[in-house]
């Protein structure tokens, strides 16, 4: 047995089971008739109650879900504030009668955070989704938290300005705060964590409180804007933000490269880190996710064959598309930003000679627009195509199909064991007689962060066994290599098992003190992040 595996044995004893915090939160209900009719008279919804507190099956319903496959859990109201004051008036009267409330921004999380578990009031922040004011000359935009990445760019693309923290989903600000969101061009510019100046957030008891000024440099008191990243709406409501954005780039250049297998990817990696090549972008997608994509692009093109007349059918020939690797091989995607093209294509070129020296089997290089698009549209499929690619459950007869999507984060040395690892515990599982599970894995190379997304049927509680091991196991090995469970998801209810092992129980004590200092009443997120919660109804 090697070291990581005997450390990652050690660790897997220590993980605790969540599902007593989830069970002991379901079924509580501190929401009565006269307290919703209380809620409706709030005087920010004066006339407007109707439109901003909703009872409505078709809305209870649609906020008990996020995109994680973690069971549904209805809230007994949704409420949709359209100022920073509407979200403190309801945080008062929650705190005042105890009711648990959820924020959520778009729903998109992949570990059920805003899976309202505890019932009461699911806080929807999506009408708060306006710029504020840009501060053309520091490179900062003051948004409202319900703004999504997309529409936030949009507006941006009129200034010339981009807002550099890329999830591959379409999130709202807020949201991202929340969670400590990244994307790919976190290897350049950082997770949100990084790109946040300040926010403006609503305590429990309804208090706003503006975190920090926006000045580049602020020494005095305690850091609270980073204390409000990543909590997940376990301590307060991310109502505004102050986030750096950036000019766009003037010069692009992107390559793909092709190795035989993992470890001279990883190499160069580890490589273009030390000799500081200046990569906005370093994504793997590994040998199954190649494969993945390959039947995708396939379906996708004969659907678009079938349906073109013959002049879209020429034109459809005459597109360029980026090609994958057939056979399927780890391919490394990168991208740098420069000042101009010329220097961007120079970064790129100083990488493929890296990459020669380790061995890569094809080189791709994009320089122009059209080109670079083709080629991140594929790693921005990676994850449709994954969800799409589900003939083996279709073949079992999948009652349930659902998707794992993780994130663990380890030290970039650790990387390529890490992922070996991982494919050859699945493919264990399944020699041995288990479930055969397709184990796509891709992710944020440069900065050590890797997703693996594996379907699998809720219905067959064997399959949910046999997952949740595995996934164990992963965890296990990561912290052993001294990692992280997660890298931008968050902990959201799938991860609270795993928060004593990767923190220890001293850290875990502060955390609870601080929690329990912010949000005496338990009524932020109940259930969520840390285990073991008190609740409302505990006080
Ligand atoms: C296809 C797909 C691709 C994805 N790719 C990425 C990726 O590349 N990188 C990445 O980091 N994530 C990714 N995600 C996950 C997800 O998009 C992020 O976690 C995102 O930050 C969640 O934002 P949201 O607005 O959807 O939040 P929600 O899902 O609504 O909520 C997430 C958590 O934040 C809390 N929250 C939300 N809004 C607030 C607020 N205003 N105040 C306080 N708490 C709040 C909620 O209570 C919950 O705990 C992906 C998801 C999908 C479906």
């Given at each position: ?177 929340a969670?400590g ?46 204390l409000m990243m990543g909590q997940e709406g376990t301590l307060a409501?991310v ?276 929690k329990?200092?912010v ?5 932020m997120n109940?259930?969520?992040v ?10």
């Amino acid at each position: 047995m090697d070291r990581l595996t005997a450390v990652a044995d050690q660790v897997l004893k220590s993980f605790s089971d969540e599902t007593n915090t989830r069970k002991s939160l379901e079924g509580r209900r501190a929401l009565t008739p006269f307290l919703l009719e209380e809620l409706r008279k709030l005087p920010s919804f004066s006339g407007r109650a109707n439109e901003c507190v909703l009872t409505s099956e078709e809305e209870v319903e649609k906020h008990s879900y996020d995109h994680s496959h973690h069971l549904p859990a209805r809230p007994e109201v949704v409420v949709y504030p359209e100022s920073t004051e509407t979200v403190s008036e309801v945080m008062k009267f929650c705190y005042t009668n105890k009711i648990p409330v959820t924020p959520c921004g778009a729903r998109t999380g992949l570990e059920g955070g805003c899976i309202p578990i505890a019932g009461g009031v699911a806080l929807n922040l999506s009408r708060m989704n306006r710029v504020l004011q840009v501060f053309h000359d520091e490179l900062q935009v003051h948004v409202q938290a319900g703004i999504r990445k997309n529409a936030f760019n949009d507006l941006l693309s009129k200034e010339k300005l981009l807002f550099q923290v890329d999830p591959a989903s379409n999130p709202s600000l807020g949201g991202m705060a929340a969670t400590g969101s990244s994307g790919t061009l976190c290897c350049k510019y950082g997770t949100m964590k990084e790109n946040v100046v300040s926010l403006v957030v609503v305590m429990p008891d309804g208090a706003i409180v503006d975190t920090r000024r926006r000045t580049r440099k602020s020494s005095t008191g305690y850091d609270l804007t980073n204390l409000m990243m990543g909590q997940e709406g376990t301590l307060a409501v991310v109502c505004e933000l102050i986030v750096k954005v950036i000019p766009v780039p003037k010069g692009e250049c992107s390559a793909l490269l092709v190795f035989r297998d993992l470890d001279p990817c990883s190499r160069l990696v580890v490589l273009m880190r030390q000799q500081q090549l200046n990569l906005s972008r370093c994504e793997l997608l590994g040998k199954q996710t190649v494969e993945t994509l390959l039947k995708f692009e396939e379906r996708k093109r004969e659907k678009e064959k079938k349906r073109a007349t013959g002049r879209q059918k020429k034109e459809g020939a005459k597109k360029q598309h980026f090609s994958l690797p057939s056979p399927a091989k780890p391919t490394l995607l990168i991208q740098v930003h420069a000042a101009s093209p010329q220097a961007a294509e120079a970064e790129i070129n100083q990488a493929v000679n890296l990459a020669r020296q380790e061995g890569v089997e094809e080189v791709k290089v994009a320089t122009e627009p059209h080109l670079q698009e083709a080629l991140w549209d594929l790693r921005r499929a990676a994850y449709f195509a994954c969800l799409s690619n589900r003939q083996h459950m279709i073949e079992r007869k999948a009652k349930d199909v659902r998707m794992l999507n993780t994130d663990v984060c380890v030290p970039l040395p650790a990387f390529p064991e890490l992922i070996g690892a991982t494919e050859r515990d699945f493919a264990e599982v399944a020699q041995k007689g288990g479930p055969f599970f397709v184990c796509n894995i891709f992710g944020h190379a440069a900065d050590g962060n890797f997703h693996c997304i594996v379907l699998f049927d809720h219905g067959n509680s064997e399959e949910v066994r046999s997952l949740e091991a595995l996934e164990r196991r992963m965890w296990a090995r990561c912290l052993a290599a001294g990692g992280t469970v997660s890298g931008e998801h968050g902990v959201g209810l799938g991860k609270v098992g795993a928060l004593t092992a990767e923190h220890g129980e001293a850290k875990l004590r502060v955390m609870r003190q601080l929690k329990g200092a912010v949000d005496e009443r338990g009524i932020m997120n109940p259930g969520k992040v840390l285990p073991s919660l008190k609740t409302s109804g505990d006080k």
